[in-house]
C-alpha cells in the first residue's frame, strides 16, 4: 500500500516535460507576435486614415 503512495508521489513531484511542450511554446510565441503585428497594423492603418 505505502509503495502506491510513494509512486503517486514521485509522479507528482516530477513533471513531465515532452517535445509538446516545446512546442505549444513555440506556438504561442508566434501567436502573440503575430496578434501583436496585427493591431500595431490596423493602428497604424487607423492613424492614416484619420490624417488623410
Given at each position: 500500500?505505502?509503495a502506491m503512495f510513494?509512486?503517486?508521489?514521485?509522479?507528482?513531484?516530477?513533471?513531465?516535460?515532452?517535445?509538446?511542450?516545446?512546442?505549444?511554446?513555440?506556438?504561442?510565441?508566434?501567436?502573440?507576435?503575430?496578434?501583436?503585428?496585427?493591431?500595431?497594423?490596423?493602428?497604424?492603418?487607423?492613424?492614416?486614415?484619420?490624417?488623410?
Amino acid at each position: 500500500m505505502e509503495a502506491m503512495f510513494d509512486d503517486l508521489a514521485a509522479a507528482l513531484r516530477q513533471p513531465r516535460a515532452g517535445i509538446f511542450t516545446a512546442v505549444r511554446a513555440f506556438a504561442l510565441d508566434f501567436a502573440s507576435k503575430l496578434f501583436l503585428g496585427v493591431a500595431v497594423g490596423v493602428g497604424i492603418g487607423i492613424g492614416l486614415a484619420i490624417a488623410r
